[in-house]
């Protein structure tokens, strides 16, 4: 496709189950982005891939968050054992490289009742 | 030392009028500036870019403006329009380094027809 695509577009889970969510880069981008949003909030830096880099992980907010990049394309985001407050807008974006502009996806909206 | 600050967090405009929109940061090695523009249900998407090398671009409606020796930048919409009615995020990155790009935290804009 022409741009980053993610699915589901939305995902209503109950309270301490686990979630994937997925992210198809653009064809030949080396960096991959996940970002969370939170309704009317800013962009919450989440996790960074960056070729065959080790990812940087600093912006995971607990060990129930984690992520992979299989063959330097798709991503998947992983929640286990949701909560409430991780009930947002899950955004990934992908980079020719890691310095060039984002391009971002529409998004996973993602309701923990 | 990474963090960019935006303002203000909503404005209002009537159509015609000049939208401003601040950000300040404190990295002086820093040295990219974009502006992304979030219509809602939708994923960001670069408005206008700058570098510190020049003080002023202009892509039609829209202007950046770049102050080296205050650390700040702003965005400018001339003649807004409602179609302009969206959130706007500056962001930051030193290019070549191994760091993702620093966000601001938004200004939601609102141009009444």
């Known amino acids: 496709g022409a741009g980053v695509s993610q699915s589901p577009s939305n995902k209503v889970t109950e309270k301490g189950k686990d979630v994937e969510l997925r992210c198809d880069p653009i064809?030949?981008?080396?960096?991959l982005y996940w970002y969370r949003q939170s309704l009317g909030q800013g962009l919450e830096f989440l996790i960074y891939?960056?070729?065959?880099?080790?990812?940087?992980k600093s912006g995971l907010p607990s060990d129930r968050f984690s992520a992979e990049r299989t063959g330097g394309s798709v991503s998947t985001l992983t929640i286990q054992r949701t909560q409430q407050e991780d009930s947002a807008v899950y955004l990934c974006?992908?980079?020719?490289?890691?310095?060039?502009?984002?391009?971002f996806g529409n998004g996973t909206r993602l309701t923990v009742t | 030392q990474q963090q960019v600050k935006q303002s203000p967090q909503s404005l209002i405009v009537q159509k015609g009028g000049i939208s401003i929109i601040n950000c300040a940061y404190e990295?002086?090695?820093?040295?990219?500036f974009p502006w992304y523009q979030q219509f809602p249900g939708k994923g960001p998407a670069l408005l206008i870019a700058?570098?510190?090398?020049?003080s002023e671009k202009k892509e039609g409606r829209f202007t950046i403006s770049f102050n080296k020796s205050a650390k700040q930048f702003s965005l400018h919409i001339m003649d807004s329009q409602p179609g302009d009615s969206a959130t706007y995020f500056c962001?930051?990155?030193?290019?070549?380094?191994?760091?993702?790009?620093?966000f601001g935290s938004g200004t939601q804009l609102t141009v009444l027809p």
């Open positions: 974006a992908s980079s020719r490289r890691g310095d060039s502009p984002l391009h």
């Open positions: 064809s030949g981008h080396t960096a």
């Open positions: 891939f960056q070729g065959n880099s080790a990812p940087d």
């Open positions: 990295n002086t090695a820093f040295d990219y």
């Open positions: 700058i570098r510190p090398d020049v």
């Open positions: 962001a930051a990155i030193v290019t070549g380094s191994a760091r993702q790009l620093t």
